[in-house]
């Protein structure tokens, strides 16, 4: 067997899948933890890959024209009743970089329905 294979089984072979333990309204809620052990023993428990779903899965509740001065975490309390649900928008509105989405007035933010989006708990 190559040195590769040899390091990567041994990389599979230590990491092992566990529940994740962050709050409901956490974006990582539900996501898996992996532990990778080192060959001197350390072990660091990282959270899996969140895969965020394209705009065509979310049911549309309604858009909001963006002001100045609107923020991701006023409209999350608002839409969402929740303001560390910003995330949620950020989601269903396919960014990156969520501060940009309230850069330009006059642009549209999807809000989604609650129940369509990842961990939302419906």
Known sequence: MNEALRQLEALLSNAA???????????????P???H?????????????????GPENYLLAREHLVVQG?????????YLADSEQWWK???ANVTL?????????GATL???????LPGSGT
């Open 17 to 31: 899948a566990v529940p994740a333990r962050f709050p409901p309204n956490s974006r990582y809620n539900g996501l």
């Open 33 to 35: 933890t992996l532990t």
């Open 37 to 53: 052990v080192f060959p001197d023993g350390r072990a660091v428990t990282y959270v899996t890959r969140r895969f965020i779903p």
């Open 70 to 78: 609107d923020r991701l975490d006023l409209l999350a309390s608002h």
């Open 89 to 91: 928008l950020a989601d």
């Open 97 to 105: 970089v969520p501060d940009a989405l309230m850069d330009e007035a």
């Open 110 to 116: 999807r809000i989604a329905v609650a129940g369509t």
